[in-house]
């Protein structure tokens, strides 16, 4: 079993950042894991996004000690990045991967071309987005996925 989640960060506050911490933490317990790597260095008014996910999933129950803050990324390409470097520090190169579930295919696709294999992903649906939501986070990650094949 993969003892290693990755969860992606967003606006410390946000029903999304919440929803993708219960994820995590449910993959956490179902999986036996090991590790989570709270993903995230965007600073939102004071609040990093690897601090709000960690109190989150210490405030679920995932043990302090097994939560590993990725702090220096700003971008889905950075978390993608920089977790893989921390991982690769600790011969880790299995992860899941949790973010929303319109992210995750971009987000997939960005972990495995660090050179870590995704086993799973699991992505954390919105509770009712309207066609107007699904139409703006289609055209971003349409954009993003642009932008990150030109890295």
């Known amino acids: 079993m993969t003892g290693v989640v990755c969860v992606l960060g967003c606006r410390p506050g946000s029903a999304a950042l919440a929803r993708r911490v219960r994820a995590a933490r449910d993959v956490f ?31 679920g129950g995932v043990p302090p000690e097994a939560i590993l803050r990725e702090r220096a990324s700003l971008d889905t390409h950075g978390n993608a990045t920089h977790a893989a470097r921390l991982l690769s ?17 971009r987000a997939t696709k960005l972990f495995q071309r660090t050179g870590l294999r995704v086993v799973e992903g ?8 309207t066609l107007l939501s699904r139409a703006w986070w289609t055209a971003r990650e349409r954009v993003s996925l642009w932008k990150d094949s030109s890295r």
Do not use: Y
């Not at 699991?122 to 987005?129: F, I, L, R």
């Open 29 to 59: 317990v179902a999986r036996q894991a090991s590790l989570v790597v709270a993903c995230g260095g965007r600073d939102w008014n004071g609040r990093v996004e690897a601090d709000e996910l960690a109190r989150m999933l210490e405030d």
């Open 89 to 105: 520090a600790r011969g880790i190169d299995e992860v899941v991967v949790v973010t929303c579930s319109w992210h995750l295919p």
């Open 122 to 129: 699991v992505g954390a649906p919105p509770p009712a987005p």
